[in-house]
């Protein structure tokens, strides 16, 4: 069993940078694929990145060479640092496995992208 605890959201100025961490309990977390996702109001939960366990990554067109996934395996941390952030970054972020497990999804972190 594995819980996630996403952090390090909050509000930044256009062209500003953010670094999240999502905490994970569980000795399985090595195993994991993981994967960063957010989700704006009334629309649905879209993919951001994904990390292989051996750490190889995946971006999502609107994020490549903005954004960038890494996982510490002796943290049991995923993180990902998101630099030229911009308005249409706005959304609620959140880490899970990938394929995503419902059981996984914690409270995710809000980021704010505004003047």
């Known amino acids: 069993q594995v819980q996630l605890a996403e952090s390090g959201g909050g509000l930044v100025q256009p062209g500003g940078s953010l670094r999240l961490s999502c905490a994970a309990s569980g000795s399985i977390f090595k195993s994991l694929r993981m994967a960063w996702y957010r989700q704006v109001p009334g629309k649905e939960r879209d993919l951001v990145a994904t990390?292989?366990?051996?750490?190889?990554?995946y971006y999502a067109d609107a994020m490549k060479g903005r954004f960038t996934i890494s996982r510490d395996n002796a943290k049991n941390t995923l993180y990902l640092q998101m630099n030229s952030l911009q308005p249409e970054d706005t959304a609620v972020y959140y880490c899970n496995a990938l394929p995503a497990l419902q059981k996984y999804w914690g409270q995710g972190t809000q980021v704010t992208v505004s003047s």
């Open positions: 990390i292989t366990q051996g750490g190889s990554t």
